[in-house]
């Protein structure tokens, strides 16, 4: 079982969103806004968050920044009403799959899984040495 974060200010569909994701065995959260999706996550960390882009306030791709920059193993699923995703929205690092709005529950379920089973780039630390560095690389080709 993992946490899922759902996030839309449309709670009717962050309210389906979080009834289908916890009727395959997750523990959902839901968060009105990307503001508060980063105070939930500082809470207790998803594994996936699901986000809409475009929401009041700071938007999905605001959130998917954020999350890479504080936490990059967290995936992130982004939904959206355009049925086209433009390439700046495409390329968002950490961004495992985009869901159209009227999504169907299979297309919510695919998105999930292909989350759950992504894997980050390891980081390297900081400090580390170039040695360090081939050995962590070489370590995450396993």
């Known amino acids: 079982m993992a946490v899922i974060l759902v996030v839309d200010d449309e709670a009717p569909v962050r309210h389906v969103l979080a009834r289908w994701v916890e009727g395959a065995g997750h523990e959902v959260r839901e968060a009105e806004s990307a503001e508060a999706a980063l105070r939930a996550v500082e809470t207790q960390l998803p594994r996936v968050v699901f986000s809409d882009i475009q929401m009041p306030g700071r938007d999905g791709l605001w959130l998917t920044a954020e999350l890479r920059r504080r936490h990059p193993a967290t995936a992130v699923v982004l939904a959206t009403g ?49 040695a360090e560095q081939l050995q962590t690389w070489l370590d995450s080709l396993d």
Do not use: H
């Not at 709005?101 to 899984?113: D, N, Q, Y």
């Not at 780039?121 to 040495?129: H, Q």
């Open 82 to 130: 355009v049925s086209t995703v433009a390439p700046r929205i495409s390329m968002q690092a950490g961004v495992i799959a985009y869901l159209v709005k009227p999504f169907s529950k299979a297309s919510v379920m695919e998105a999930l899984s292909l989350a759950l089973d992504w894997q980050p780039e390891p980081a390297l630390s900081p400090g580390a040495t170039t």
